[in-house]
């Protein structure tokens, strides 16, 4: 069988969502919004939450109802989480193409869920390779990790890396990053992929999701659309935006 032309638009369709609520139980939360975000995406599904001190990643093969017990949401508490459900394209199949895509920056973890494709990701992933990074998939996130935790190194702050990556990459992409204490949601200067943010009641905390669907699911109202080419960071000092 040849690849059918339909594959990338699939692919784009993937669905993200994000939350930062200290005093919420936040993978059950991003487990039922990605269940409202099915329809974006049957290949695979995971869950990142940070708990202050690490990042847990919990992904697989199949359906959200599918890939997460009970026991594995009790299993994963924490203060921010992001998730992921995913259409696959061909070539890019199998656990490891599964999202959020798991990194380290130094001795800190980040997990990357992200929605869309970059154009130029083969080119990108070249050049990295020749600086001695290692990769272990074919994926465009995984390239997009990486480059932002190149630039982390460089410039010694995640969301100037974000920066730095986001003036690298070519293409359409809304993307929700996680590390222990802190969410980052960024879109495309374009804004060619859906991103919005919401804010939960009383207070409570944020969300930012590819559709409204998921707000509505979380009991989050909606306060906007992530603006092109904003980076979005939400952590025990508020949500501040660049």
Not at 34 to 58: C, F, P
Not at 87 to 106: D, M, V
Not at 157 to 184: F, Q
Request: aromatic share 6%.
């Amino acid at each position: 069988m040849g690849i059918q032309p339909e594959d990338d638009k699939l692919h784009d369709e993937c669905g993200v969502f994000g939350v930062w609520a200290p005093k919420r139980d936040v993978a059950r939360m991003t487990y039922f919004a990605l269940r409202a975000l099915q329809h974006r995406g049957q290949e695979s599904a995971g869950i990142a939450v940070g708990d202050g001190h690490t990042v847990l990643v919990r992904k697989d093969l199949g359906l959200v109802a599918q890939v997460f017990t009970d026991a594995d949401l009790t299993a994963m508490p924490g203060k921010v989480a992001i998730g992921h459900c995913r259409y696959g394209t061909a070539g890019a199949k199998g656990w490891e193409s599964a999202q959020p895509h798991l990194s380290t920056i130094n001795d800190v973890i980040i997990a990357l869920a992200h929605n869309g494709t970059l154009v130029n990701f083969d080119s990108l992933r070249r050049e990295l390779i020749e600086m001695g990074i290692p990769f272990r998939s074919n994926t465009d996130s995984e390239v997009a990790a990486k480059l932002i935790g190149y630039f982390t190194m460089q410039t010694h702050h995640l969301r100037e890396g974000i920066r730095h990556t986001m003036e690298m990459i070519d293409g359409g992409y809304a993307m929700a990053l996680v590390r222990e204490n802190a969410l980052y949601a960024f879109r495309d200067p374009n804004g060619i992929r859906p991103l919005v943010l919401g804010r939960l009641s009383e207070d409570a905390g944020w969300v930012v999701a590819s559709e409204t669907c998921a707000l509505d699911t979380v009991g989050a109202e909606y306060v906007r659309e992530v603006e092109p080419g904003e980076i979005i960071r939400i952590s025990d000092d508020g949500l501040s935006s660049q």
